[in-house]
């Protein structure tokens, strides 16, 4: 069962053009999470989806950042018109289908490095 | 707002002394609390995590954390650590009255010399 995958791995891109980072959670998984690691810092959370739903966006940037996750096909994190400070890696994590009050345990994928010139 | 504290950004310990990695949470009625270990341009990997039940919890690699309510503490520790357990470790919880999102500490370097 292969794990959470993220690709790619690296990412560069020159500041003003969009990055596109996808996350293939676990099998049977049908909840992604998008975290950003700034260096030196830890995970901050941005984003909570099941298909085709965005539970919780309370760490989003309000503007140029969005994410998705279709029915078919993987989780993808949208970053517009890129700026120095976007840079950071970017985490997906995946869970099963949460039941009851008690969180599942999150299976974090290798992460997305992304460097803005 | 939930908060997480790691109070050392780096441990340096010598191969097979002992070592604690502090965390301390802010109040809440019930959370839900996870040690992550992250490699070198890996991802993080589940260590331990307190859900419920028994406060000492045992985990991958030799690790043990013990969940403090009294103090909001969840402290890991490791009686004899090795070289392979250099790496960054995340004390992060959930908060079981706002969701599930995660909240992560700033992670502790641990750096074993030997």
């Known amino acids: 069962n292969a794990g959470v995958m993220q690709n790619p791995r690296h990412l560069v891109r020159r500041r003003g053009q969009e990055a596109r980072l996808r996350c293939s959670p676990m099998?049977?998984?049908?909840?992604v999470y998008w975290y950003r690691q700034l260096p030196e810092e830890g995970l901050k959370f941005m984003v909570y989806?099941?298909?085709?739903?965005?539970?919780?966006e309370s760490g989003m940037p309000k503007e140029r950042f969005s994410a998705e996750f279709p029915k078919e096909g993987p989780s993808i994190l949208r970053i517009q018109q890129v700026v120095r400070g976007d840079s950071a890696a970017y985490f997906c994590?995946?869970?099963?289908?949460?039941?009851?009050?008690?969180?599942?345990?999150?299976?974090f994928g290798p992460g997305t490095r992304l460097t803005v010139l | 707002a939930q908060s997480v504290t790691q109070l050392d950004s780096q441990v340096p310990v010598f191969e097979e002394a002992p070592v604690e990695l502090r965390c301390n949470y802010s109040?809440?009625?019930?959370?839900?609390l996870f040690w992550y270990v992250q490699y070198p341009n890996q991802g993080l990997q589940l260590l331990l995590k307190?859900?419920?039940?028994?406060?000492l919890v045992k985990g991958i690699n030799g690790f043990e954390a013990e969940f403090n309510k009294s103090q909001t503490s969840f402290h890991l520790r490791k009686p004899s650590v090795h070289i392979s357990d250099t790496a960054e470790y995340f004390c992060?919880?959930?908060?079981?009255?706002?969701?599930?999102?995660?909240?992560f500490g700033a992670g502790t370097r641990l750096f074993v010399k030997a």
């Open positions: 994590a995946s869970s099963p289908a949460v039941g009851g009050s008690t969180p599942n345990e999150q299976f």
């Open positions: 099998k049977g998984h049908s909840h």
């Open positions: 989806l099941q298909k085709e739903n965005i539970i919780d």
């Open positions: 109040s809440s009625v019930s959370v839900y």
């Open positions: 307190y859900l419920s039940g028994s406060t």
């Open positions: 992060a919880v959930i908060d079981g009255t706002g969701g599930f999102k995660t909240i």
